[in-house]
């Protein structure tokens, strides 16, 4: 019983959360960005830039025929996974990864999420419009997976990825990683034209609310450090924990075939969580 306690006492949870907080804490505030922040300003403006121009030149459904014609060219499997990576489960589920890590950028993930829930189905309610499979005829567009019905502007799977793609882009200041990243946050937005579950004008918008929600969120989190708190970031680590279970237990968002590489992502993610919070310290430390 003793050993059972010593060993608790070791883990990292309970032994150096608190120390870790308060050093992420402090790299926050003295590595803070902001050219980076500029940057994902200005890509927010070309974004949404090519929103207007795009309205203006070919209306609101404007170039989805263009691009949705070519979904056959790759497996619905590919899609599916793409565009799943969207989901707030999924994007929240990665999180797991870095929070031992990084908890500096779960709490801007966490007040971008509050902020970019508020705004997204705050438009959407405003605007109720309707997507691809309302406006369109059934055979002229290709769909993969669900038919989804309203509640198109603006797409909530590009806010999310684009607000998740320029957390990571703020934290991790590396060239090659950061295109990446951005590479991939246009890829899983072209994916929700691609599954026909929305215009490329909500894809553009979202995308750019994702990234300037996440400017806010790092200002924001620069004011506030309750998130670098014990409690807060349990709490949090809480949602992500819910969010890896769903996908564990079957979530796929209307996407199917993309269960298995979700879920292998999502066993993945707990691992490393059960393991940078539960072992040892002094195990930690030395990886």
């Not at 620069?222 to 969010?243: E, T």
């Amino acid at each position: 019983m003793q050993n059972l306690l010593s060993q608790i006492k070791a883990c990292f949870i309970v032994a150096d959360l608190p120390a870790r907080l308060n050093h992420s804490q402090q790299l926050f505030n003295d590595q803070y960005d902001p050219q980076a922040l500029k940057r994902l300003t200005q890509l927010a403006l070309v974004l949404l830039g090519g929103a207007l121009l795009l309205w203006l030149i070919a209306g609101y459904h404007g170039a989805f025929h263009l691009l949705n014609q070519f979904t056959p060219r790759l497996p619905a499997t590919f899609w599916q996974i793409v565009t799943f990576m969207g989901d707030t489960t999924f994007v929240l589920t990665l999180a797991l990864l870095v929070a031992r890590r990084k908890p500096e950028l779960l709490w801007v993930l966490f007040i971008a999420a509050i902020y970019g829930t508020l705004a997204t189905h705050g438009l959407k309610t405003l605007f109720a419009a309707d997507r691809p499979p309302v406006a369109l005829f059934a055979g002229d567009y290709n769909l993969v997976g669900n038919a989804l019905r309203n509640g198109s502007f603006p797409s909530g799977h590009s806010f999310t990825a684009f607000a998740f793609v320029s957390v990571a882009y703020y934290f991790f200041n590396d060239r090659q990683l950061r295109r990446g990243l951005l590479l991939l946050g246009g890829l899983i937005g072209l994916s929700r034209v691609m599954v026909a579950a929305h215009w490329p004008v909500d894809v553009l918008v979202g995308g750019a609310l994702g990234m300037l929600i996440t400017v806010a969120a790092v200002k924001t989190a620069r004011l506030s450090p309750i998130g670098f708190r014990w409690p807060m970031h349990l709490f949090i680590l809480f949602l992500l924990l819910v969010a890896d279970l769903m996908i564990m237990s079957g979530h796929t968002g209307g996407y199917p075939q993309a269960q298995l590489f979700a879920k292998v992502i999502a066993f993945t993610a707990l691992l490393v969580f059960v393991s940078e919070y539960f072992l040892p310290v002094r195990k930690l430390r030395s990886s």
